[in-house]
Structures are given as C-alpha cells and as structure tokens.
C-alpha cells in the first residue's frame, strides 16, 4: 500500500508546476523545459492544437452564417452577457477561444468586464498583438509621486529579459530613440499608409514632441532561422489574427513557446485541470504541489513539484491565492500584506478622436495590416514643458488611416448606391488613448464563498471603478487627439468620449502586487511570494503600477526572467 | 490548412444553382414566381416582396444584384434566427405594409409591379425611414433595416465581395500607398 502510494505520487511529481498556458504559462514552460526542469502546464480549458484547432482560419466572408459573423442577439444576452462588450471580439469565428458567462459567473458590485477564454494557449491566441517595453519612467513612477508602494526592480533589471523575449517571439518595429518608450530587438517595421504619412509630417511639426510612429507588434516580418524552425512564417496580412494564424506569423504559446518546450521532451501539459488550490507543506514551509479538479471527470487529484509559477493570469492567479487559506495562511495563500486581489489595474480607453480626409481619392493600398499607429506618451515625462497640473502620469494613442468601406453610412437604394459602395469611400482617421489606471488599494475583487460555480467553486466579486486622475486624463486624451488632427489640416474632426468600465482594456492586473516591503506587497524583485518563496507569480497579477502601454511584454519578460532565475536557485538549493 | 467552418449557407448552394446560371432575377415578372426558396421566418408573399424590393435595393447592374448573391435568404435567416424578435416583427410589418401600398396605388402585389412603380413605393420608405431617424427620439424604420441587411448580405456574399468588390483571402503583403486604378474596386475586407 504503501509502495503503491509512493509510486502515485512519484508519478505526480514534475520538477516545476505551471498553471496556465497562455502568454506567461508557456514562456514559464519554455524557460523551465529549456533550463532541465521536467515541467507540468496545468490548463483549465480544453486543449488547442496550433493549426488544427483554428477551425475558422480560413473561412471566408461569405461563410458566416449571420451579419458580419455576429451571433444571434438571444444567444449573446443568454450566453455572452460579458463577453460580447468589447463590441468586436466575439463573433461565430471566435466563439471557441471566449468563455460562456452563464457557465462562468461573477459579481460586479461596479460593472467590471472580464474578458477571457479557456483553454490551451489562452489569451495569446486572442491578444493585441501591441508590444512596448516599459521605461524608468514608468518603474520610479510610484516612488517618486509617493503612489501605492516602489517597484521592487528597475528598467536595467528586465532590458535584457525584453531583448530575449523579442528575439524569440518576433516583434515588427521602428526604432525612435525615445526614453519614455525604449527601442527593442525589431524585425522590419509595417509601412504607414499614404494618410497616415501626411499624418506624420503635418502633426509633427506642429507638436514635435508627439511621435508618430508604427505600432510595434508580435508579427514576423522577417523570421529569423530559429522562428522558421519552430514553423512560424512571415505575416500575410489578412488580419484574421484573432481566429488564430495558420502560418504561425503572430506570437502565441500554441505557435511558438509551447513548440520550444514540447520539444525538449521536458514537457507535459494537462488540459482541463482548474487548479483549486495551492498545497502547502507545513514542515518545509514551502508549496509541495496544487490541488486540480479534473473539469471533465469531476475527480480531484494532485501534482507536485519543488517550484509552482502562477501564471493563470491576473484575476485567476489571485482566486488560487485567496481560495488557497488555511491555518497558516488565514487570509489567503501568502497573503499576510493583505494586498492579494487589490490594487486592480487595467488601461481605461474608448476616448480619443477621429476626422475625415480631403484629397489622396486616387490613392489606396493593398493589404490588411494587422497593425496601426503608435503615439508614445508625450505627458508629464519629467520635464515643465510635458507637465500636466491636472493630473498623474500619461496615455499612448493607437489608431490609423483607411478609407471607408462598403458599410459606411449611405441613403437612397439602386444602382448608383451600389456603384457607389463598390468604391472605396473618403479617407478617415482615429485615435484612440491607452491611459494609465493609478493602484487603487480599494480597487479589488474578493472571494466570495457563499456564491459557488457550477464546480462548487467560490466565485468572485469585483469591486473597481477609475478616479478623478483617470477622468481628467481622458478629457485631455479627446482633446489632444482632436488637436493633432486639426493640426493636420483634417475635417470632420470629432472628439470623443466613451464609455469605460475597468476590464473592457482586456489589461486587467495588479492582483498580487511586486514590492520591497512583505507587509505591503505580495510578491519580491524575483516574482516570489515572500512569504512562500517556490511559488512565483509571473503574469499581470505581478503588476506595481500599470503604465499606458500593452503589458503582454512586459509580464513575458517578467516570466522568463523569474522562470531562470527559478531553475538557476532550485539547482543551488536555494528555493 | 485549416478546414473552413460548415454552415448553413453552403446549405443553400444547390437551390441556388439555378440563379447563378440563369439570368438574375431582375424584373418584376421573374420575381413574382415563386421563389425557389423556402423562407423561414417569412411567408411566401413576404418573401416575395423582400426579394423583388433587395433586387431593387442592390440591382443587377455589371455585377450580380440581390437575388444573385442570394440576399433575400440572407435576410430571411437573420429574422428568423439571429435578430430580436420585436425587430424581425417590425420588418415582416414593413413588408406587408409595402405590399398593401402596392395594391392599394396600383392594383397588384409589389413583386408584380413595374420596377418604376417599385422604386416610387420604395422612395416613399426611404423617406418614412429618413424622417423616423430623424424624429426625436429617433424611431425605428423598417426600410434602412431591411437596406442594411441587403447591403451587409451583398458585399459579403461571394458575389459581392468578389465581383462588385475585391477581395484577396491571403494579400501576402501590405503596400501603403498605391494608385486606386490599380486595385479599381473597393477592398471587400
């Protein structure tokens, strides 16, 4: 009996635990692989083959079943309460990587949109794609306005975990040499359209301090050898991105980091296992493995490991930290500051401007970039001249030219209507602003035990709205966006002003915060509970502050930073 | 590669085999038959008038118009499955109503009338809808639903996006800046 046991849990034992496989489980699962640990990636969703499970990849316009692929208004309402804000994620070509809400339930004290999928690969199967590395500006920021507590790290620390994240994942950029938005390791930058070259030329030289740039995204527009190894290939602008690539030409674990770990012959990865709860060994004092349910069979098993890393993404990550209590850890797993489920951070946006264009009729272009305009942050950068006294930190815009299409707004019927949509329309610009959301120490979603999911797990509520900071940022985003296109001698120019609950920036984060101080913060300089140091938490729930710019990045460099570091002490005895 | 998704549209090929093939359905005689379809959320006189008035709408010109790029089936499937119900009420009401102008003006179902007649019913809905979009509150029209619809249901159809528009599944590339008369049409996406 004895024996049996022993062998059951031999079997169950894996160097390294990782719960998740999105953007951060699979760079964890990389690095660890690659590193010697034989390593479990526990996913709570079903799995995703790259490729063949991208069922939609190539379906064309005319394979959608309703409008513009849009579900059925009864279906989204029962179904997709939730999901369906973002207004464009959703449709029947996407539906497979969203969750259902009515099966996944929470409460919104103030409206919060999670927006999630589960299953193998995550979010980075639906993500942005936008990548910008963080600058000084950003990690001295708390300690310098005395907000919330100091970052534990600095931009020296992570510079070379960007450089190798961007080697690996391919990012498309142009280099501009600006401190608050540092330069990366890039792959040829996508080219601007003709207005959007004007665009440039005109605002720049009336606010030169407001650089316009391509966005910098995690395309592959020349793939080195060891990207075409793992076959990915280069970018073939279709802008389907979101069904998933076929060529492997965007970044997503099932593309890239999940194949360099599989690869290693290091790797298993366990598809629907909701990780309920970390298991914690009294006598070592360290995390022995985690407790699954088995979300197909209904069994509860566990695995163990000598380092588990977090990477469930910021929400989940903290839901296995709180529902994790017990008589050592009271208030949750490793929760002893108190902070574990605070501070929730997203970007706030819906608000920026857009006009129309005179002239370029003759003009069009060919394509259909995956990609728009980039305008870093150009407030409150240190200097009096970017000093804004109404309000902390800044925003970066992302937006672009087009020429509007078959569906802008027409009247009358018949032929010439016709003739006339079958023609591209006038030229319109947009900007829209990524603002910074400060940490908000009562900005939280709790565990809420009284309320159980279809599992009998506890749900969540959530509690967190913006402030004064955010709402006077945002009327200086309309109006400098606004400005910009005046100043560019275009028409129509239209401000505007959405609405924004937190999460609908799909960058939700700061749930178990970095810090210096155990009594203030959830996590160490490595990423590290303090108070459990083999677990790591190395996704959005990591977050100090939020900065203005996509964090995907930032959080794959946190992770692969962690993750060799993790490998590096566990080898040394040190976790 | 990977498979594209089966769905109900694919469905609808055979029946439409003869409308590609055949001359479209243009005029008002051909459209008053009965349609070589089924409609699900209209009836048979519904489905009718929703065709000859999308034909209208979308009119062969060059390129296939409406019932070529099987609009009317397109629409019928959205009210009958994808709409909310009081909306799909609201345009199976503008139908029926558009019908009973016909004959009450000119003595015939609206499918049977001339296209100058069809077009003179069908500027007079246009002019309800404009001045309900402009009523406040603003009151829904059937008639820019029903031309929303068509409009969607054309430009992605096969026809439409690869006919009337251009459309090219995997570009390869991105050019910023090139001359219109090159492309000639407008980018179905």
Known sequence: MANLNNRARAERTYDAIVVGSGITGGWAAKELTERGLKTLVLERGGPVRHVLDYPTAAADPWDAQYPRGRLPAAELRAKYPVQQRTGYALTEHTRHFFVRDDENPYAETQRFDWIRGYHVGGRSLTWGRQSYRWSDLDFEANAREGIAVDWPIRYADLAPWYDHVERFIGVSGQAEGLPQLPDGVFQPPMEMNCVEKAFKERSEARFPDRRITIGRTAHLTAPTQEQLALGRGQCQYRNLCIRGCPFGAYFSSNAATLVAAERTGRLQVRPNSIVTTLVYDERRQRASGVRILDAETGQEEEFYAGVVFLCASAVPSAWILLNSASARFPNGFGNGSDQVGRNLMDHHLGVGASALVDGFEDRYYSGRRPNGLYIPRFRNLGDAASRRPDYLRGFGYQGGAGRLGWDRPTEGFGAERKQALSQPGPWG???????????????????????????????????????????????????????MLEAAGFKNVAP????????????????????????????????????CPNVFVTDGAAMTSSACVNPSLTYMALTARAAAYAAEAGRKGDL | MATPILNRREAFAGALAALWIAPVVAHAQAAAAVPAWTPTALSTDEARTLAAACERIIPATDTPGAAAASVPQFIDRALAGWCEPQEAERLRAGLAGLDAAARARFGAAFAALPPERQDELLRTADAEGRAAATARPPRPHWFPAVRELATVGYFTSRAGATQALRYDPVPGAYRGCVPLAEIGRGWAT
């Open chain 1, 429 to 483: 610009v947009r900007l829209g602003g990524f603002g910074e959301i400060l940490p908000y120490a009562d900005n939280r979603m709790t565990l809420n035990r009284e309320v159980k999911d279809r599992y009998g797990l506890p749900t969540l509520t959530f509690d967190a709205a913006i402030g004064d900071n955010e709402a006077a940022m945002r009327k200086d985003m309309a109006a400098a966006a606004a400005e």
């Open chain 1, 496 to 531: 505007y002003e959405g609405d924004y609950a937190l999460g609908l920036g799909i960058h939700e984060m700061g749930t178990a915060r970095m810090g210096r101080d155990p009594k203030t913060s959830v996590l160490n300089a490595r990423n590290q509970l303090h108070e």
